[in-house]
């Protein structure tokens, strides 16, 4: 059983920066590709990006990608999204989730973490 860790999250003011990070628990074909995903209440939960251990990196939200780097350590099976220029559209549940490849689709998706607020402020 694979187990996602999120950190980071909190709350910031409008231009601000936030970093998230996703740690899985052991890696296993089922868990390949690794994402970010977020859920603003009464909204259907979104892909951001996601990274294979092949290295190939998806994002599907442009207006995300101009503000935003992805990182990840394959070694330690971490996937890491560093958000700037935060606005309070960004404000959301933002989940981490592994599958077995990347899709942006969630139904794909077989891990999830618990989740971790970002809240932005005008």
């Known amino acids: 059983q694979v187990q996602l860790r999120e950190s980071g999250g909190g709350s910031v003011q409008a231009g601000g920066s936030l970093r998230l990070s996703c740690s899985a628990s052991?890696?296993?074909?089922?868990?390949?590709?690794m994402a970010w995903f977020r859920q603003s209440p009464g909204k259907e939960r979104q892909g951001i990006v996601s990274?294979?251990?092949?290295?190939?990196?998806?994002w599907y939200i442009d207006s995300v990608r101009g503000r935003a780097t992805v990182s990840q350590d394959i070694d330690k099976n971490t996937l890491t999204l560093q958000m700037n220029s935060l606005k309070p559209e960004d404000t959301a549940m933002y989940y981490c989730?592994?599958?077995?490849?990347?899709?942006?689709?969630?139904?794909?998706?077989?891990?999830w973490g618990q989740g971790t607020q970002v809240t932005v402020s005008p």
């Open positions: 990274a294979n251990t092949g290295g190939v990196v998806v």
């Open positions: 052991t890696y296993t074909y089922s868990n390949d590709c």
């Open positions: 989730a592994a599958g077995p490849y990347c899709r942006e689709q969630s139904d794909v998706y077989k891990y």
